[in-house]
């Protein structure tokens, strides 16, 4: 059964807009959650990240968001720009010394 | 610095055949993983290792053999590989078990036929 769950395959945004990547979890027990981004052909790699302990965490265009109650969570991107065209996962960890848990992607095309 | 490195890139394999898929990382990290990605199932951790001699199973280990006799090193096995089995191969490493980041390597296309 899937933990975390992204259910948009994909998203379309038009350069300059802003992108929202949204983000689900069941586990309650989940206290640390990641973003990564993948172009084709290549690895996941590693974008941003937020604690429990935090609703918001910032780094430059990109934003993450936790609602712990709703057991969401969301990636901001502004503004986009073509380069931000990409997978994204989002992944959920019970903490140290637990596996990280992956949700299925949304693939982000933005519009030159 | 290449970061993580996996062998080979792509792989056709008949039904019964083995194989052995190779990652390799120069970050000297103690922590090394291996993920297999399918449409619609995100990425699922197979084994993983937190150190040089040690394994661990993961979310989805059963058809699948690991061994880590360097730090460097993490190698995933196929002994009867099957149709099931197809899948895309993700090499990671981090620091540690509790590290935010892990590093990824670039993937291994399986096919099995």
């Known amino acids: 059964d899937q933990q975390v769950k992204q259910n948009s395959p994909s998203l379309s945004v038009q350069e300059g807009r802003i992108s929202i990547l949204n983000c689900d979890y069941t586990?309650?027990?989940?206290?640390?959650f990641l973003w990564y981004k993948k172009y084709p052909a290549e690895g996941p790699t590693f974008l941003i990240s937020i604690s429990s302990i935090k609703d918001k965490n910032e780094d430059g265009r990109f934003t993450v968001f936790l609602n712990k109650s709703a057991k969401h969570l969301s990636l901001h991107i502004v503004p986009s720009q073509p380069g931000d065209s990409a997978v994204y996962f989002c992944a959920a960890s019970e903490g140290p010394g637990n596996q990280f848990y992956f949700g299925t992607g949304t693939s982000l095309t933005v519009i030159p | 610095n290449a970061g993580v490195t996996q062998t080979p890139k792509f792989r056709v394999l008949k039904t019964g055949q083995s194989m052995t898929l190779l990652c390799a990382q120069d970050?000297?990290?103690?922590?090394m993983y291996w993920y297999r990605q399918d449409p619609g199932m995100g990425l699922r951790l197979i084994h993983y290792?937190?150190?040089?001699?040690?394994?661990a199973k993961g979310e989805v280990p059963d058809g699948y053999n690991v061994s880590r006799l360097k730090k460097q090193n993490f190698l995933l096995g196929l002994e009867s590989a099957a149709p099931s089995q197809t899948s895309v191969y993700f090499c990671?490493?981090?620091?540690?078990?509790?590290?935010?980041?892990?590093?990824f390597g670039p993937g291994t296309r399986l096919t099995v036929t």
């Open positions: 990671a490493s981090s620091y540690s078990l509790s590290s935010y980041e892990q590093y």
């Open positions: 586990n309650s027990m989940f206290d640390y």
């Open positions: 290792s937190v150190g040089e001699g040690t394994t």
């Open positions: 970050m000297n990290h103690e922590y």
